[in-house]
């Protein structure tokens, strides 16, 4: 059964960083294209970044700068460090795959910017 598990958020000042994990069971992820996802408060859930099988990477272009994504297949992890945190970062931070089919999601975790 797969199981994402989302940790590292938190309550942060604005202009602080966070590194947020997400640990995958069930399933080996170096097979998987992955990504972070966010959803803010009465929005929907948008992608921010993605890692490809291949290690690289992509940042969508608000985040580009002050997000970086990354994995660690031997932990069956997927990291993503943010900088400079604004308030407009708030919101509940999921991973999973970076496209259909998801797998199924986590409970996500939180990350509360204070201005």
């Known amino acids: 059964q797969v199981q994402l598990v989302e940790s590292g958020g938190g309550l942060v000042q604005a202009g602080g960083s966070l590194t947020l994990s997400c640990a995958a069971s069930?399933?080996?992820?170096?097979?998987?294209?992955m990504a972070w996802y966010r959803q803010a408060p009465g929005k929907e859930r948008e992608l921010v970044a993605t890692?490809?099988?291949?290690?690289?990477?992509n940042i969508g272009d608000s985040e580009k700068g002050r997000f970086a994504i990354s994995r660690d297949n031997a932990k069956n992890t997927v990291y993503l460090q943010i900088y400079s945190l604004k308030s407009e970062d708030t919101a509940v931070y999921y991973c999973?795959?970076?496209?259909?089919?998801?797998?199924?999601w986590g409970q996500g975790t939180q990350v509360t910017v204070s201005s």
């Open positions: 999973n795959r970076d496209s259909w089919p998801y797998f199924p």
């Open positions: 069930g399933i080996t992820l170096s097979l998987y294209d």
């Open positions: 890692t490809l099988t291949g290690d690289s990477a």
